[in-house]
């Protein structure tokens, strides 16, 4: 029952910067990793980033050096620093957390749409 909500995309010329939150609501055990993912038309879903509990931190080669992510356990959300954005950077993008309670599982965000272009 727990729902994700991102925020933040838009439309932003190449070289710019945009930032990404990721809100959990509902009942909330525990969050283990969270992560953001992206989606280009025709293309497959692919990782972007991801963190875990501890903070350490992951990111897809093409993305490294120019994005972000972080977490505040407390408030339970997420968010993407990205920079210097690329037109490949373009896509929908989805925030993911792994959740543990009485059964563990995944929960997806809607999705925010993230444009690269002049």
């Known amino acids: 029952q727990v729902q994700l909500m991102e925020s933040g995309g838009g439309l932003v010329q190449p070289g710019g910067s945009l930032r990404l939150s990721c809100a959990a609501s509902?009942?909330?055990?525990?969050?283990?990793?969270m992560g953001w993912y992206r989606q280009a038309p025709g293309k497959s879903r692919e990782m972007v980033a991801a963190?875990?509990?501890?903070?350490?931190?992951n990111y897809l080669a093409s993305v490294k050096g120019r994005f972000t992510v972080s977490r505040d356990n407390a408030r339970n959300t997420t968010a993407l620093q990205m920079n210097n954005l690329k037109p490949e950077d373009s896509g929908v993008y989805y925030c993911?957390?792994?959740?543990?309670?009485?059964?563990?599982?995944?929960?997806w965000g809607q999705g925010t749409l993230v444009t690269v272009s002049e």
């Open positions: 993911n957390f792994h959740i543990g309670g009485a059964r563990v599982e995944e929960v």
């Open positions: 509902g009942t909330i055990f525990r969050i283990y990793a």
């Open positions: 963190i875990t509990p501890g903070f350490n931190t």
